[in-house]
Structures are given as C-alpha cells and as structure tokens.
C-alpha cells in the first residue's frame, strides 16, 4: 500500500510540476495580469555602437511589457523576450478615420520628421504578441530603432544590421541596471519598478525583416563571438547573458562582405509570408538551407501562404498584392481603395501617388503569428519551458478554422540522421522525368526568358523594378538546394524509389517536399500549365518484415513563378535567381523501430515536384522530448525521494 501511494505521488508531481498547464489554443491570455510602460535615453554619439561612423545617432527607447507581481510571485524573476522591428519609413501623414496609415520619408539625425507629419511607432506595431506573452510570465522589451531605420551605410555594415544588434546588447545592459536599482527602474520606467523581475539567463529574441538579421547578428557576437570586431567586447560586457531561443519574421539574409550567419547553437525559427512584397529575392528562404547544415538545435520554417511582408505589424499598414500561385490573399483583397493623393494632395504627380486597399492589416495573419510565438517560446525560453509544447508544429495548420495554411519545415540535427541528401541516384519508371533542381534550372531558365519576352504582362515579383527583357542572366547557382526536381507525366502510374543500405533501427522518416509549377510566362510548354491544382502522391515505406500502407501527400502549387530577384539589394535587377524552394515536412511514423529498406513515392494525378533531404530518427538516437521526460521525471522523483526523506526523519525524531 505504501509502494501504490509513493507511485502515485511521483506521477502527480511530475505532470504538474514539471510540465505546467497550459491553455492549448496558445490565443486566449495567459494567468497574469500585465502592465506597460516606455523608456527613453537621450539621442547621442554612441561609438560603442556606431564604430565605424562620427555622425549616426542613436537612441535607446522602446517599450515594456510586463506581469503584473503580487505578493505571491515577488520573489520571482521572469523569462526576457526582446523584439526588433525592420526597416520602415520614419514620419506619418494625417488621414481621415477609417484610412490606412501613410507613412513616407526620413527624420533627421535629432529625430525630428517634416512639420505636419509624426513619428511613426513601428516598435509598438508588436504591442499585440508583447501583452499576450507578458500574460504568460514574460518580459518583452520591443526596441524603437526610429534613429537609424533610414540613414546611410556606414563600413561593414551597409544595412546597418549590426548596430541593430548593438543597440539590442545596450538595451539588455539598460535592463540590467532597471533590474539591480529600484530607483533607476522607478526614474526610467515611469515610476514602474522592476528591480530584480529580470532572468538574463532565459532571453528570447525576434526580429522583424532587418530586425531578423539584427538579432540574429546579436546572437553571434555575444554568444558565438563572432560576426564583428567588437563581438568579444561585448561578451566580456555581458558574460551572464544566455539568448535561448530566436524566432525571425521574414527576415534580411544578406550579410557582410561576403559572410553570412546562421543560428548554430539554439533553437531557431523563422515565418516566411508566402505573397512576399518587400524581400523580393526570398533570399531569406535560402537561411532554411543554410540552418540544415549548420544547426545543432531544433529548427522550424513555417510558410504563412497568403501573408504579406507588412501585416505582421500592426503600425505598417500599406501593403501590395505579390501571391502568385495557390495562395489566397490574408486580407480583403475586395476593399474599396483610393488613391493616396484623394487625401494626401501634395502626393499628387509623384510616386506616392498610387492606389490602396482602404484597409488596415490582416487580423488573420496577426493570430497566426501570436499563435505560432507563443508555442516557439513557451517551448524554448524560461525555467518551466516545456520543449514538449513544439510538437504542435508538426500540424499542417493550428487548429483553428479561421487560420491560414501554414506549411512547416522541421528538422533537428541531433535528433536524426540524412539518408537521402538530395544528389544521390534515385530510380524512376518510365512516367518519372528525374533531374538535379540545379539541371532543372538551367534548362527552365531559357524558356522562361522566352516567354517572357512575349508577354505583355510582368510578373509579381518585378513590378516595382522591371528589369531590362534583353539583358536577364541566370546567377546565384550557389544558392540552388541539393535536391530534385521530379515530374510525373500524365497518367497515375508515375513512381520513384529511393533504396537504403543503413542497419539503422528506424523510428520515423521526415520528408522534405514542395510543389512547384512553371506556368507562369512558360508557354512553350503547355503540359505543365494543364497540371493539377492539387497533386496527390502516395509514400510507401518497406521494411524487411513488410509492406507499410502508403501515406497520401497532397501538394498544392504555391508558386507558379520560378524566378525571381537574385541577391536584390546588392545586384542589377537583371541578375535572375531560381526561387528558393519552400519545403514542407512530411513524417511517416513506424509502427515499432525498424531498418528501412526503400520509400517508394508515386502519383495518383501527374504533376512536378521537388524532393529535398530525408531525415530519419532512429532508435539509438535520444529525441529532446524524450530526452525532456526522462531528465524531469528524475529530477521530479529526486525531489519526492528527498522530501519523502526529509518528512520520514522529521517522523522519525517525533517518535523518538
């Protein structure tokens, strides 16, 4: 009865202490009431954070989001989450009520904008996902880089990414000194005194397009050292700082003279919007790429199909329709519009006169992104977070209606091992047309050329830099994916087998498959445009002990645009790249651990796609959720053998 009463004990303890209670649709409020308030330091020469440059100011302000302490939880330090805004312009017009703000132009380097126009706050374009996460236990810091957004390029640093970085270390170096002083925290945080509120050991990090690469650029100096010549500086400036997690919003993925970082070493995430209208080269996609052959940590791409680069935050409200291929726009594409000069009548005659949707963002898109943080950092960053919570990633779609698709790519290097890379020989009947995606690129490049030669139309893509017909040049081969493009021809007996020789014991496969269609200016080849909307394939696994019932994948054609912008901020508009393949991760799960002797892939309808890595997890291999349960439910019953220990003596010298 003792033993039954002991067990019972350490189940309890372990499901609620180890693994708090959360609420599962991640979109209603967290247990805590939460507070809010600015900060501002004035606007100065920092050289600590513009080395290379005696002319940019730079301001550190933003806003706090806070939990609301009590007596009950005064004592206890919170998890840190900073979020950094990209590029935008600095001064807004007026508008009548019921307008999309318009903002336009530079403010000088005090800060000040054009008479009758205002700052524009893009930090609290995020004050939506701050609120909700505070409600969760977190600090969130969103950085206003209001001073910079539109300056010049200063050496090493010609997006100004780095000081984007710097000025996320010195905020963390102001946070410290708000959590070590009540009355700084008082005199800075208007009266609010967060005075050791703040875990520096559990911060978490987001960015926004050049916000993404900022972020991703602090990580590597403080954490990796790496990045830029200041990088050990700063890690002797904050040796106790620990980044846990980072998740970027559509991201810049340009770099410095000739380098680019990844994220190595933590969780790493990143939303990709599938009607991209501002990262127009999708380079940002080619950072997945990287991330699967550098990363040591969990990994996730999600591709918000019908978002735009905009709408993520709330202060930028203008956006332009650039979906192509099976996405339906997040917004209501169907808004009366206006053109801008109608209320703004000195934009007449310029380039700002153009038409707008009379609308203000995408609620839509806002709760798929609040959906989708909240899961990445309540798995990944705090003292409770609970890595079991990203297995909800492994949906094609939250489970809400009202959401958009949203197609995951999932990987984990130290979770699974790379079976098929993507270049090794596959075998085909004679209904499958193999070819490497860098072959198929080569071959497809001259076509489209062709075809869009004689076309009166342009595609999405270079509307607001059309690029000269007779000079287009395939470029940017180096950023084509190891993997291949298959096509099915018409019919439904197409089929592909990829044979292994591991002895692995396999526990699930992870597949990595897009779909994409040519369609768009290739009318030399009439077949492709007659594809189906939705491609059905069937995956088929086979053991030595049998036969596994096939697995249906429906692919639907997200881009019917090959090529796109190659390396846009840095070459002519002429320079063509192939579109970075947005993959999406098919897991077939085994019954029992088993060797896998082939995956057979076939078509229910035709059609083309593309087969990236295959990754298998296998036995041998300690998954992190696994890794998870098993370390906390040692430490859980560690705790209960100790407190057991402690009440049986205490017992012990009563009776005694």
């Known amino acids: 009865m003792k033993t039954s009463h002991f067990v019972l004990l350490i189940v309890i303890i372990h499901s609620s202490e180890c693994f708090p209670t959360i609420n599962k649709d991640f979109l209603s409020p967290g247990d805590y009431s939460f507070g809010q308030t600015s900060y501002e330091y004035p606007i100065v020469n920092d050289h600590e954070l513009t080395p290379t440059s005696n002319n940019l100011t730079t301001q550190i302000r933003g806003e706090v989001f806070y939990p609301n302490t009590t007596k009950k939880n005064v004592n206890t330090s919170y998890p840190i989450l900073i979020f950094l805004p990209g590029k935008h312009p600095d001064c807004r017009i007026p508008v009548p009520p019921g307008y999309p703000l318009l903002d336009i132009g530079s403010a000088d380097v005090q800060g000040n904008c054009p008479e009758h126009t205002s700052k524009v706050p893009s930090h609290l374009g995020f004050s939506y996902i701050g609120r909700h996460l505070a409600s969760y236990g977190y600090i969130v810091v969103s950085i206003d880089v209001f001073l910079i957004n539109n300056k010049w390029s200063i050496l090493n640093d010609s997006a100004l990414n780095f000081v984007r970085a710097r000025i996320v270390l010195r905020t963390i170096e102001k946070m410290m000194e708000w959590n070590n002083d009540s009355q700084v925290s008082k005199e800075i945080l208007h009266g609010v005194d967060l005075s050791d509120q703040f875990d520096f050991t559990e911060i978490g990090l987001m960015g926004h397009s050049r916000g993404g690469e900022g972020v991703r650029n602090a990580y590597n100096m403080l954490m990796e050292g790496k990045g830029a010549s200041d990088a050990l500086q700063w890690k002797s400036k904050l040796p106790n700082v620990r980044f846990k997690a980072i998740l970027e919003i559509t991201p810049m993925y340009y770099g410095e003279n000739g380098i680019r970082l990844g994220v190595e070493n933590i969780p790493w995430a990143m939303i ?297 901020m840095d070459l002519s508009k002429e320079q063509i790249s192939f579109l970075p393949v947005m993959f999406e991760t098919k897991r077939i799960l085994l019954t029992k651990p088993e060797q896998i002797l082939q995956l057979k892939i076939s078509s229910l309808n035709a059609g083309s796609f593309i087969l990236g890595d295959i990754r298998a997890t296998s036995s041998s291999m300690p998954t992190s959720i696994a890794s998870h349960l098993s370390i906390s439910f040692f430490i859980c019953t560690l705790f209960m053998l100790i407190h057991m220990l402690t009440v049986y003596t205490n017992c012990n010298a009563i009776t005694n």
């Open 272 to 568: 990709v919007a599938g009607c991209e209208d501002d990262e127009i080269d999708y380079l940002h996609v080619n950072l997945a790429y990287r991330q699967r052959l550098i990363s040591k940590q969990a990994n996730y791409v999600f591709h918000f199909y019908g978002a735009n680069h905009e709408y993520f935050n709330t202060e930028w409200q203008i956006g332009f329709s650039a979906c192509f291929g099976d996405q339906d726009p997040l917004w209501d594409v169907n808004a009366s519009t206006f053109r801008v000069s109608d209320i703004y009548p000195p934009a007449k005659n310029t380039s700002y006169d153009v038409t707008l949707l009379k609308i203000n963002g995408s609620e839509t898109q806002r709760n798929a992104t609040t959906f989708i943080l909240s899961i990445f950092f309540l798995s990944y960053v705090g003292q409770k977070a609970n890595p079991k919570l990203a297995e909800s990633f492994q949906l094609s779609r939250p489970s809400s209606e009202s959401f958009p698709e949203i197609g995951c790519e999932h990987f984990n290097n130290n979770e699974s091992i790379v079976i098929f890379d993507g270049t090794r020989t596959v075998e085909g009947n004679d209904r499958a047309e193999i070819m490497l995606l860098k072959d198929y690129a080569k071959r497809e490049f001259p076509l489209f050329v062709s075809a869009y030669k004689n076309s009166n139309d342009t595609p999405p893509q270079f509307q607001h830099h059309i690029p000269n017909k007779d000079q287009l040049e395939l470029n940017c081969l180096d950023q084509i994916e190891n993997a291949l493009h298959i096509h099915f021809l018409n019919g439904s007996s197409g089929e592909i087998s990829l044979k292994f020789n591991s002895s692995e014991r396999i526990q699930w496969l992870d597949v990595h498959l897009a779909r994409r269609s040519s369609c768009w200016f290739n009318s030399t080849d009439p077949m492709k445009c007659s594809q189906p909307r939705i491609m059905q394939l069937q995956l088929q696994i086979q053991t030595p002990t049998r036969f596994y019932p096939p697995v249906k994948v429906a692919l639907k054609s997200r881009f019917n645009l090959e090529f796109v912008r190659c390396n846009a």
